[in-house]
């Protein structure tokens, strides 16, 4: 059961991810789909293909035809649901990816009559595995479309003002499947780029996928320090970017206060871990600004509950509904990053001008999946008396583990929804503060992890 994750189903190929079970959860999955079709893709790493081989097995026998798209950054997966092939429109897309985990680790990202699967129904469909036997084999039902085309002619003509602009443009793949578009896409922009690490490698041997992490960006901002004006880096599937000038690494909530520039009165989401600044800076400019749970599914879900424009989360997730579908798609964001620059917008003068906070990145505290969600609940029982110590409390905000706001800043404690660790971040408008924050609450956590011992 441990494959099932909140957000995905995600496991060791072979070990976990294996013939046995991926079978199963392609029987399993068919009953949830109401439609005949499944539009179905898959990353770079080198078991993607064989996983995709026994998917099918599985939906197949479940009754439901499969849509080979073949190998595919996730967006380009997302974006299957909104168009027609020849006559067929899917009910349900699943994407084969194991993201930026290490290359032996793979996984299901499932979209259903467009609207992500997640949380409660992937739980209820392990258990639905787990007591299932083989389904018995059918004859092999699988339509190839042309997915990959059909995506790079959208965002071609939806960007053609940007062809040919100056600004130089470097970039890196990771060897992950961004490297299946941007190509193509560049060179009929005709946009000034140099890519690292374009081809992908499911053993990705230059660095890990996760451009989240600073060790991981180093090459391409080399790059950028003498070939570019602007880099950008993705993920293993390419629905995460980081943006980077000469003088910024731009956080996902900071490219939400960008972005959401060119947008009237927008409606902006973003999760839990997002700054403060993003927040004020997005009700000053009359938006309508929600703080919500982390997670792609859910942010996703939320956006379609409120018809928002733009959400977020700080790692790079970037979902856009002005103009676009509505899900994480990082070329995309690409593009209309390039478009602020195309319209004159200084990334650097208007980041510079917002107010100035110190942050501390994501901390991790190691627990067990056992332990996370009882050590959330006992801090919340613990901050209904805090000790005398403590700094000031404003207010409490529990969409997602504790958001605890102070008269300078803010602290967030919250349970991993895929791993077993507590995530915390802290910022402040003085910089002193940060470390008071965090020693608050990692008192607090200690006490309450103590406390269940």
Same mark, same amino acid.
């Given at each position: ?13 072979? %070990? ?17 789909? %109401? ?81 992500? +699967? ?85 053993? +990705? ?21 003498? #070939? ?17 000038? #000469? ?11 960008? +972005? ?56 790079? #997730?970037?979902?856009?509904?002005? !103009?676009? +579908? ?9 593009? !209309? ?117």
């Amino acid at each position: 059961m441990s494959i099932y994750r909140e957000y995905d189903i995600r496991g060791i190929y072979e %070990k976990e991810l294996n013939e046995r079970s991926v079978v199963r959860i392609g029987y399993a999955l068919a009953s949830k789909i %109401k439609g005949n079709y499944v539009a179905v893709g898959y990353d770079a790493r080198s078991h993607s293909p064989i996983l995709f081989e026994y998917l099918i097995r599985g939906l197949n026998a479940g009754g439901k035809k499969v849509l080979d798209m073949g190998l595919v950054p996730t967006p380009v997966n997302y974006f299957t649901n909104y168009q027609e092939w020849n006559g067929i429109i899917p009910s349900a897309s699943v994407m084969i990816t194991g993201s930026h985990n290490p290359s032996e680790y793979n996984g299901f990202k499932i979209t259903i009559d467009k609207a992500p +699967f997640f949380s409660e129904d992937i739980y209820a469909l392990g258990r639905e595995c787990e007591a299932m036997d083989m389904p018995t084999e059918v004859k092999r039902n699988v339509i190839k479309i042309d997915a990959v085309t059909r995506y790079v002619d959208f965002l071609v003509e939806e960007f053609q003002h940007l062809k040919g602009m100056d600004t130089k443009i470097v970039y890196d793949c990771g060897n992950g499947v961004a490297g299946v578009v941007t190509e193509d896409i560049f060179s009929r922009l005709k946009l000034k780029t140099e890519g690292l690490y374009v081809t992908p490698d499911g053993t +990705f041997p230059n660095h890990h996928p996760d451009p989240s992490d600073e060790q991981n960006l180093k090459d391409v901002k080399k790059l950028l320090t003498t #070939h570019g004006d602007i880099a950008f880096a993705y993920d293993g599937d390419a629905d995460r970017i980081a943006v980077l000038t #000469h003088k910024n690494n731009i956080k996902g909530d900071m490219m939400a206060l960008l +972005f959401s520039m060119k947008m009237e009165k927008a409606t902006v989401i973003g999760e839990v871990k997002c700054s403060q600044v993003m927040y004020d800076e997005l009700t000053k400019r009359g938006c309508n600004a929600i703080m919500y749970k982390t997670g792609h599914s859910n942010l996703k879900v939320k956006m379609r509950e409120t018809n928002a424009d733009l959400a977020c989360e700080v790692s790079g #997730h970037i979902f856009f509904k002005n !103009r676009y +579908f509505g899900y994480d798609d990082a070329i995309y964001a690409t593009l !209309r990053m390039l478009e602020l620059i195309h319209d004159g917008i200084d990334l650097d003068a208007e980041l510079a001008a917002l107010p100035v906070v110190y942050s501390t990145e994501e901390l991790k505290v190691a627990t067990t999946e056992e332990k996370k969600f009882k050590i959330i609940d006992r801090v919340k029982e613990l901050l209904q008396t805090p000790p005398a110590t403590f700094p000031t409390i404003q207010d409490i905000i529990d969409v997602d583990g504790v958001r605890i706001n102070f008269l300078n800043g803010w602290g967030l404690v919250r349970a991993s929804n895929t791993t077993p660790v507590l995530v915390t971040r802290f910022e402040s408008t003085i910089e002193s503060e940060v470390k008071i924050y965090e020693k608050a609450i990692n008192d607090l956590i200690t006490q309450a992890k103590e406390s269940l011992l």
